[in-house]
């Protein structure tokens, strides 16, 4: 189907940082540093790094091409549990973006509009093995549910012209195995020691969905701190 228009830069609402980290992560992003933005629901994470990789990828001005949202699509990273093709399996996870799409761009279509022309891609880390990521914005999701050696295989399809982000809570880890839930905590060493990544870390304050997310989560962090949940 022909879309009605293709989308360009001016169609991106303006969007400014409301939390002081959120702050944090246009400045450093700005000055071109890779990031992790590590923290709680409800903060702007994945939000913030779609904004900015879109912004940057319709500005004909700079070298990038494509945004590529990667993630794992399934507990068991196995994607064949899933019926269908493998774009139709990856389409069962994409919601999310969809809706970011949506709101940035206000409009229905504009998830479908930058995929066909090319401006965003979906990746699952079951079939990213022997890719080269070039001219690229690369968006890791739901970071803590990948281990180690699916962070890893990401990071080394890192290619030419490329900026690297990170988004969600180590601490909320869907993995049951402990080797598989310190597999992001041994990543981020790693990461913090390279001179182009920067970390932010999102707090209770940093909860812009809604006060009653924030309560919420607030209160779950309170219990399981006190060994009450």
């Known amino acids: 189907m022909a879309l009605s228009h293709k989308i360009r830069l001016e169609d991106l609402i303006e969007i400014e940082p409301i939390t002081d980290n959120q702050k944090k992560v246009f400045d450093f992003y700005k000055k071109d540093y890779s990031l992790v933005l590590a923290g709680s629901a409800g903060t702007g994470k994945t939000y913030s790094a779609m904004y900015l990789a879109l912004e940057d990828v ?83 999701d739901e970071m803590q549910n990948l281990n180690f050696h699916e962070l890893d295989s990401i990071i080394t399809r890192v290619g030419r012209n490329c900026k690297f982000m990170m ?37 209770w304050e940093d909860i812009v969905r809604s ?14 701190k006190n060994g009450k949940i």
């Open 211 to 224: 006060d009653f997310v924030r309560d919420y989560i607030m209160t779950k962090e309170m219990l399981e």
């Open 58 to 140: 319709l500005d004909k001005n700079t070298p990038y091409d494509r945004v590529v949202i990667v993630r794992s699509i399934v507990p068991t990273r196995d994607i064949g549990f899933l019926p269908g093709t493998e774009e139709e399996k990856k389409d069962a996870y994409t919601g999310p973006y969809k809706a970011i799409c949506t709101e940035l761009f206000d409009d229905p279509e504009a998830w479908t509009k930058l995929k066909n022309i090319g401006v965003i891609e979906f990746l699952s880390t079951s079939f990213i093995r022997g890719m080269t990521l070039n001219n690229s914005i690369v968006v890791v």
């Open 167 to 203: 988004c969600g809570d180590y601490y909320q880890s869907d993995f049951d195995k402990e080797k598989d839930k310190q597999g992001i905590l041994q990543f981020l060493e790693i990461i913090e020691q390279l001179r182009n990544f920067r970390v932010v870390e999102f707090g």
